[in-house]
């Protein structure tokens, strides 16, 4: 979708399944994405769209017993990470690919001090000895704010904002080149919720980072990112500039989606729902998922599911009443 | 200000303390008043910790308070002994609760679930219990293929409607909605946030809506009151609070919030550190520490919550300058990203 040779992370047709006890779960249908070398991308969509197994899946941190990765190849300098040893991945995780979890409470651990926390990452990939690492924690924890007096303080005594803030340093460690941020301020308030996106923005300018954003809410990704993928059951249905997709949304569920947020600016006395339910992952409806819920569907909609077509050279559908409307 | 008949509910310097033991006491609610007219919403705002649920649950008194009037109709409840009189007002007033995965019992079906209000006040007679059952569902738009479901067949949006069906089953007057939203995806939020008005407007409803989205709050309400640290800092109509907001807190907590709007983009005032304990608070400004504007005196004495303008409180020392000082702050470029 834009130069070839600046794509950072490939991935194609992407499929993840989970076998549980009440059958397979389609988690992921036919993924296609790319993210760009010092790209911002936002990822978004309802809970249960697949946005964080996407994630996961990147990284290949997916549950071994029940997820299976049935196809799709994800590229990411040359090499095929779908296919790629224990070894070699960790190789990968936490200096190329790192990742800042959701929960700040939980992704830390307890027992051992921040500072330590952050030097494992250093000492793993940058094979630095324990001083030396320690030191370079002591700098990263300044650079998100934090006072380097309290690198030997444990998880606990840190509030939900510091912890995430840890949560980046961590994760920034070793300058990598692509950081996922799954719903990093979901669960703070939103004056630390302000703090971070700042922090964030900063420093993805600063390290020159191309970031994968997941979240659920709109607003984040028009103030962080360039572009945007909504998700809707496994699948990228709309994608292009955050500009573009926000102020023209082409796909009937991006419609819904922006018509349903309460602004703070205009005033509408009612907000649009979408109609309908999440599609139920255990069993997908044929054609575009998204069907049962659309007011403009076709014949075809129920069959065929849509391909991405291109609206304009930043702006992409995959949707059969977009395409004749053209 | 209001005619006085025309009021539904009004709170009096409302204190809820906890003691914590070691002589600490943990200032939850401190000196709450507001008043709220029949059929209107008063939305109440703050982050977590502030003591927004704590002024809802005392309100519906779940728990007693330190001191403070609560007047319901001209009466006030917390006074009230009288046993019928106090289940006439539970009938009056209703709650629907955050999380629809822990108020609801899992143990009962659905239809247990909404029967139970009746059962418990005896409104209705055992056969004309399923007709108003049924007109119930209806007017929630809640399916009758659910009534013998169990609450965990439902998803999250569906749980929130029997919740709301619930709290309306008595006919009441005034219900609390504690963040009755905050747990939903944007389109089932949409859904409920539509029933709630809906049902507003057809039964003549008073909510007090607690949230810490201020979207949706000014989505719903007529009136919104910000809180921090267990304190109401500013209280306004909602156009109001929007257009002409004073309390520097109010501003930076306008400020927070990403938007979604690509065009505008305005200016950010990042607060610093995090929200102070609530635990024996000392008598001044509770955000002067955190306030880009504060001054010596706002470390010395508390202001009060004064009226600037008719139906606008603020409780600040220089509620009058602060839009001033906001102005001049985005000249010197002192509040893009940095934090001050």
Known sequence: MNQEKDILLKISDFVVEFRTETGTKQAINHLDLAIHKGESLGLVGESGAGKTTTALGILRLLPKHSAKIKSGIIEFHGQDMAKMSEKRLMEIRGDKISMIFQNPLTSLNPVFTVGEQIAMVLRKHKKLNSRQAMEEAGKLMETVGIAKERIRDYPHQFSGGMRQRIGIAAALACSPELLIADEPTTALDVTIQAQILELMKSLQSQYNTSLLMITHNLGIISELCKNVAVMYAGTIIEYGTVKEVFSNPMHPYTKGLLGAIPSLDDHKDRLVAIPGEVANPYHLPEGCSFHPRCGCKCEECMKVPPEMVEINDSHFVACWACREGK | ?340
């Open chain 2, 1 to 340: 200000m209001m005619l006085e008949n025309d009021t539904l509910v009004e709170v009096k310097n409302l204190k809820k303390y906890f003691n914590v033991g070691k002589g600490k006491v943990l200032h939850a609610v401190d000196d709450v008043s507001f008043s709220l007219k029949k059929g209107h919403t008063l939305g109440l705002v703050g982050e977590s910790g502030c003591g927004k649920s704590t002024v809802g649950s005392v309100t519906m008194r779940l728990q007693d308070p330190t001191s403070g009037e609560l007047l319901f109709e001209g009466k006030d409840i917390f006074k009230c002994k009288d046993k019928k009189e106090n289940l006439q007002y539970r009938r009056d007033m209703q709650i629907v609760f955050q999380d629809p995965y822990s108020s609801l019992n899992p143990k009962k079906t659905i239809r247990s679930i909404l029967a139970e209000g009746y059962q418990i006040h005896h409104t209705v007679t055992k056969g004309e219990l399923n007709d108003v059952l049924s007109l119930l569902s209806e007017k929630t738009g809640i399916s009758k293929d659910m009534w013998e479901q169990y609450p965990h067949e439902l998803d999250g949006g569906k749980r929130q409607v029997v919740g709301i069906a619930r709290a309306l089953s008595l006919n009441p007057k005034f219900i609390v909605c504690d963040e009755p939203v905050s747990s939903l995806d944007v389109s089932v939020q949409a859904k409920v946030l539509n029933l709630l008005m809906d049902l507003q407007e057809e039964m003549n409803l008073s909510y007090l809506f607690i949230s810490h989205d201020l979207s949706v709050v000014k989505h719903i309400s007529d009136r919104i009151a910000v809180m921090y640290l267990g304190q109401i800092v500013e209280m306004a109509d909602k156009d109001t609070l929007f257009s002409e907001t004073m309390h520097p807190y109010s501003i930076a907590l306008l400020s927070a919030i990403p938007k979604v709007d690509v065009e505008n983009k305005v200016s950010r005032i990042v607060l610093k550190g995090d929200v102070p304990s609530p635990i024996n608070p000392k008598p001044i400004c509770r955000f002067a520490n955190r306030c880009w504007m504060s001054q010596q005196i706002c470390f010395e004495k508390e202001p009060e919550l004064l009226e600037v303008a008719p139906g606008h409180c603020v409780k600040c020392h220089f509620a009058k300058e602060s839009r001033k000082l906001m102005a001049g702050a985005e000249k010197t470029g002192l509040n893009s990203g940095e934090q001050i």
